[in-house]
Structures are given as C-alpha cells and as structure tokens.
C-alpha cells in the first residue's frame, strides 16, 4: 500500500513536502492507520507523530486522514482511504506544525483553560462528598467522555480563522459539561464569560466537529445548549 | 471574554438576537412585497406609488430598511473579522480591518439615509 505522509521540520525545512513510501500489508488484514504508520516508521526512523494508548482513549494520535481528521489507532485503513487507495496522511489543519505529523496544541489548550474546566463552588464542602441525583448525572453524559484529542476544533473553518478568540467545539463541549453539573455554582460567572462575539458566537452550526468526533459527540448541540443559557440569563 | 470595539453591540448574545429577529422582519417584508405584487399581477406605476404612500407600509419599509443595515452590519462583521485577520495579512491586517469596516458603515449609513430619503421624502 502506497502512503503519502506530511514531512515538515520548521528548523531545517523551507517548506512541507509529501513523502511516498509503499508499506506491504497482509492480504487479509485491515490495519489500523496508527499500524500502518508504524510499518512506515520501520522503513523511514524520522517518521515523527504522537502516539500512546493506541485504543482511542489518549487522544496522541488526532491527525488528518485523506482529509478527514480521526484518530489514526482506531480507524481501519478500509475507512480512511478505502481498498486500493492511497493513504494520505497529514497533521490536524490549523496548529502550527512542531514536526511531521505533531501538532503544536497550546492555543487549543488555552482555549481549554479558558472555560475553567473544573467544578466551582464555594458552599462548605459536605463531610463526605457533594452528592448529584442520577437524573443530573445524565445530564453530564455525551460532555464528559471528551478525550481533548482535537480533532473537532481543527475541523472547524470557525477555529481557523480566529483560533485565539473562538474557543472552539472542543472547549464549548466542556464548557457546557461545567454548566449542566448540578455541583457547580459558577454558572452565571461561567455564562458571563462567554456573552461575547468570538466565544461562542463564531460558532456557524455547520457541525464538522460532529462529523469528525472520534467518540461520537455532538459539541454542535452543546454550544446550543450554552445559547439557551446565555439567552435565558440575557433577555 | 474577548472584547471588540466594532462590532454591533459588544454582545454576542445580543448581535446574534439582531441577526435572527432582523431576518425575520426582511422574511415578511418580502413576503408583503411579493403578496402585494400576487394580488396585483397587473401593477402599474400609480399603484406602485399608492402602495409606498401608505403610513403603514412606509413604516414597515423603514422598518426593514433598519433591519437590513443592522444585519448587514453584523454579518460583514463578521466576515470582516473573520478574513481580515494577522493570520492572513500579519501586521497590516488591523488598518485594512478598520478600513474594510469604515467602508462597510459608510455604505451602509448612506444606504440608510438615502433610504429613509426616498420612503419619506416628498
């Protein structure tokens, strides 16, 4: 199978440039994308990419897989480029390139930041634990299971063009799962944070990071949610 | 928070209120207007000019008018701030922001003050 990946090392490169290299996979296999890189990595050492639990549960490996973006370890080589076809693999669209195929995150992880993403709330703690009824539990799921693994946000031409000011699907996703927990007592803080023109508002519904999520979130439908809020506070 | 001086109203809430509530306005309005001409296949100039010459219908042309500016203004804006940025301009990418929206707000003041001229003046 013949793969195509991003070379690019700011240092030393003037500019990116596609590698070709054939990588032989069994007959009756279908590989991962992450595998197939691995065989690529055996035949070219300074192949550089961020992996680690190669089950979908770290994150590392969010990259952009025949234009789409995924996680490499847990998309068959079938889904992303299909039998026969060329792979063609390159870093998440929108971060600066640090090296091949790793991204640099740290405006996505300000965005993070941004949102607080911890429980606020400044009642005197109970004895033992703050105690949440199950129904408000539930409210949390489809919010918590986000792995930050970016694929959402640089899918989003919103996040592109205003990486600094539009916190994204990613950060909004967890945003809303910090103002739906029952626990937290900051919401109006939390809501007054977000009441301006680039937040939230950039935010176009065209629902690529739903498109793209790697865990089948919705993000889309959480900045909805953060919408009613701010309007419910708002009007 | 992130803060701007030029946009609409300084609140995302509140500009995309405007937004929704002036695209509804134009959705009537155009609906009125396309009404007006169903009813009368055949108009003519005269009926042309008793139509704008009635105090409700030249309220409901201001009206639109005022929600048109308001919603062009928004979304150049935002198309503005999201085209014309250091990303893709680097350190002149502020004056021909400032530039694209003082040209945007020219027009459309002119726009509506030619406007109002032509569904109220004489």
């Given at each position: 199978m013949l793969v195509s990946i991003y070379r690019y090392n700011p240092e030393t490169d003037a500019k990116p440039s596609m590698q070709e290299i054939e990588v032989e996979i069994p007959a009756d296999k279908d590989l991962m994308v992450l595998d197939v890189l691995e065989l690529a990595k055996q035949k070219d050492p300074t192949i550089s990419y961020r992996?680690?639990?190669?089950?979908?549960?770290?994150?590392?490996?969010?990259?952009?897989?025949?234009?789409?973006?995924?996680?490499?370890?847990?998309?068959?080589?079938?889904?992303?480029?299909?039998?026969?076809?060329?792979?063609?693999?390159?870093?998440?669209?929108?971060?600066?390139?640090?090296?091949?195929?790793?991204?640099?995150?740290?405006?996505?992880?300000?965005?993070?930041?941004?949102?607080?993403?911890?429980?606020?709330?400044?009642?005197?703690?109970?004895?033992?634990?703050?105690?949440?009824?199950?129904?408000?539990?539930?409210?949390?799921?489809?919010?918590?299971?986000?792995?930050?693994?970016?694929?959402?946000?640089?899918?989003?031409?919103?996040?592109?063009?205003?990486?600094?000011?539009?916190?994204?699907?990613?950060?909004?996703?967890?945003?809303?799962?910090?103002?739906?927990?029952?626990?937290?007592?900051?919401?109006?803080?939390?809501?007054?944070?977000?009441d301006d023109p680039f937040s939230v508002f950039r935010c176009r519904g065209i629902m690529n990071c739903v498109a793209v999520c790697p865990k089948g979130l919705n993000p889309t439908r959480a900045i909805g949610h953060i919408r009613s809020m701010l309007l419910a506070q708002g009007t | 928070m992130v803060t701007n001086a030029t946009s609409f109203s300084r609140s995302g809430l509140t500009d995309w209120l405007v937004q929704r509530l002036s695209a509804v306005v134009l959705g009537a309005y155009m609906l009125c207007i396309l009404g007006s001409f169903v009813v009368h296949p055949d108009m003519d100039y005269e009926q042309w000019r008793a139509l704008f010459a009635a105090d409700s219908m030249r309220i409901f042309s201001l009206l639109s008018l005022a929600a048109l500016c308001a919603h062009a203004w928004i979304g150049m804006w935002t198309v503005g701030t999201d085209y014309l940025t250091s990303l893709q301009f680097g350190k002149g990418a502020t004056s021909i922001r400032l530039a694209y929206q003082a040209i945007c707000i020219l027009l459309i003041a002119v726009y509506l003050i030619w406007g109002i001229r032509i569904f109220w003046g004489t």
């Open positions: 992996r680690s639990c190669r089950e979908g549960v770290c994150g590392s490996d969010g990259m952009n897989m025949n234009g789409t973006n995924g996680l490499a370890c847990i998309t068959p080589v079938s889904e992303a480029a299909g039998p026969g076809k060329k792979l063609v693999l390159r870093p998440l669209p929108g971060l600066p390139v640090v090296r091949d195929l790793v991204v640099d995150m740290s405006v996505f992880y300000k965005q993070y930041e941004k949102i607080k993403p911890f429980l606020i709330n400044d009642n005197p703690a109970p004895a033992i634990e703050r105690l949440q009824s199950p129904e408000d539990r539930e409210k949390l799921d489809g919010l918590y299971e986000c792995i930050l693994c970016a694929c959402c946000s640089t899918n989003c031409p919103s996040y592109w063009w205003n990486p600094e000011k539009f916190i994204g699907p990613a950060g909004l996703l967890q945003a809303y799962r910090f103002l739906a927990d029952s626990r937290d007592t900051a919401t109006a803080e939390r809501l007054a944070e977000l | -």
